[in-house]
Nanobody
């Protein structure tokens, strides 16, 4: 089970830190990712981190602004979001897969959290 938190309202240029807490002993077996879905749009890939935290992946739209990390001792994955823009407004979801292939398809991820809303005002 995945539980996302940390969303809220922030002005453009500001920062937010999202967290995803996972239950269960197998967290370190999963590659983790964040997706987001804006109103009326499809769910888009944001970032991913492999089980060992050695490799990270980012959508072009967030490279240099967002950073994904994980702590396998605490069963958490974090998304640090800096220099936020109004177009970053969306519901953010954490997701897990047993093997991340590098794709950006949400269908590759079997486990999902409930989402946390991020609103960036201009």
């Amino acid at each position: 089970q995945l539980q996302a938190s940390g969303g809220g309202l922030v002005q453009a240029g500001g920062s937010l830190r999202l967290s995803c807490a996972a239950s269960g002993r197998t967290f370190r077996s999963y590659d983790m990712a964040w997706f987001r879905q804006a109103p009326g749009k499809e769910r888009d890939f944001v970032a991913a981190v492999t089980w060992s935290a050695v490799n990270t992946y980012y959508a072009d739209s967030v490279k240099g602004r967002f950073a994904i990390s994980r702590d396998n001792t605490k069963n958490t994955v974090t998304l640090q979001m800096n220099s936020l823009k109004p177009e970053d407004t969306a519901v953010y979801y954490c997701a897990a897969t047993t093997f991340y292939s590098g794709s950006h398809y949400s269908s590759d991820f079997a486990l999902w959290g409930q989402g946390t809303l991020v609103t960036v005002s201009s």
